[in-house]
């Protein structure tokens, strides 16, 4: 799925709480995350509930479990099993994904990011989206160059190579006089400055050139130098069609300043969400007198319906006790509970 609207797609799911958590429904996601198949997420959710315990956070705050009816062919329902995932789980389970995967790449950062104003949001998704443009090209020129060489090139040739298609797809500018043009130190390498367009241009011709020099069959640097020169020639057109002129474009922000920024989102997620789990709710209930223990099997049967982040306590005799789950603290959760107590066994 395109980057952008993949962000457009996980703000329309998400869902805020009470107290104004945001979370997503697990089965909802999955298919967003390039996961096929709901087991291998369920994996992948019990790998980010160890790494929620090992940070200290409340694996049931993050991870509650939602109870859903589907519809089946015979026209009855069954119960299946979903989470309402925090933004912190969301982003626990993407860390614990390849970030090779695009998806999974976007996530990892897109969780991270704790602003609701749209125009600071929108800023943070252009960037996120040339990120993992970058990274994507990073992956492709990994395949390109392995193929490259092994294919009768040593990598002096591949070096020619990949400075043959820059020359190309920049109207015969090298990629050291881009790097002059741009102000760029000769020591950084050209697509960390490049905006999102142009890395994905260079994408493209890589991963071009490397489809047909398998297809193909092509063998020594003259060869699949000259299917790179193609490739790069074509990518090229099709942005001089759109009247995008690539080396006219001005630099884009150092890619490596972006990440460590996101880096810093990232880590500062697990910190925000343990400020969230002091700030939860509790509910006192004052039981006046001795209750039947038949009240309390059904209050543990009310509350076990309902988790949530919140805290339940009894009072009795000035003694305090903890229902020992989370639970969602509703309005008329109290009034609920102490209609049970007061009613007859």
């Known amino acids: 799925m395109e980057i952008k609207r993949l962000a457009e797609t996980l703000e329309e799911i998400k869902k805020v709480r009470d107290d104004g958590t945001e979370y997503w429904y697990a089965r909802e996601l999955y298919p967003l995350l390039g996961y096929k198949k ?31 009816k589907v519809g089946l062919g015979s026209g009855s329902q069954r119960g299946i099993d979903d989470y309402k995932l925090t933004r912190y789980a969301c982003y626990l389970i993407a860390q614990n994904g390849d970030p090779r995967i695009p998806e999974i790449a976007f996530s990892q950062m897109y969780f991270a990011i704790q602003t609701r104003k ?12 040339r990120v993992v443009a970058r990274k994507q090209l990073t992956e492709t020129h990994k395949e390109f160059a392995s193929t490259v060489l ?7 040739g591949l070096a020619q190579i990949i400075s ?37 241009a260079k994408d493209l011709a890589a991963e071009a050139t490397t489809f047909n020099t398998k297809h193909k069959d092509l063998r020594g640097k003259d060869r699949i130098q000259a299917e790179h020169v193609k490739s790069n020639q074509s990518a090229r057109d099709f942005l001089l069609k759109l009247d995008i002129v690539p080396e006219e474009l001005p630099p884009s922000e150092d890619i490596k300043k972006i990440e460590r920024k996101h880096e810093r989102q990232m880590q500062s997620a697990g910190d925000s969400s343990k400020n969230r789990e002091i700030q939860s709710p509790e509910l006192l209930i004052d039981v006046i007198d001795n209750a039947q223990k038949e009240h309390f099997v059904k209050i543990k049967e009310l509350l076990i319906k309902k988790p949530g982040n ?11 006790l903890t229902f020992p789950q989370k639970v969602d603290i509703s309005e008329d959760l109290s009034v609920k509970i102490m209609e049970i107590l007061n009613s007859e066994v």
């Open 38 to 68: 709901w087991e291998n997420f369920q994996n992948a959710i019990n790998r980010a509930k160890r790494s929620c315990i090992e940070s200290g956070n409340d694996v049931e705050y993050h991870f509650p479990i939602a109870k859903k």
């Open 118 to 129: 749209q125009e600071v949001l929108e800023k943070q998704i252009e960037e996120i989206e």
């Open 150 to 156: 092994d294919r009768d090139v040593d990598r002096v």
């Open 164 to 200: 043959v298609g820059d020359y190309i797809l920049f109207g015969k500018n090298s990629t050291k006089d881009m790097k002059r043009m741009l102000r760029i130190s000769p020591k950084r390498a050209l697509p960390d400055f490049l905006p999102t367009v142009t890395i994905k």
């Open 310 to 320: 919140g805290k339940v306590i009894f009072v009795f005799d000035n003694k305090r």
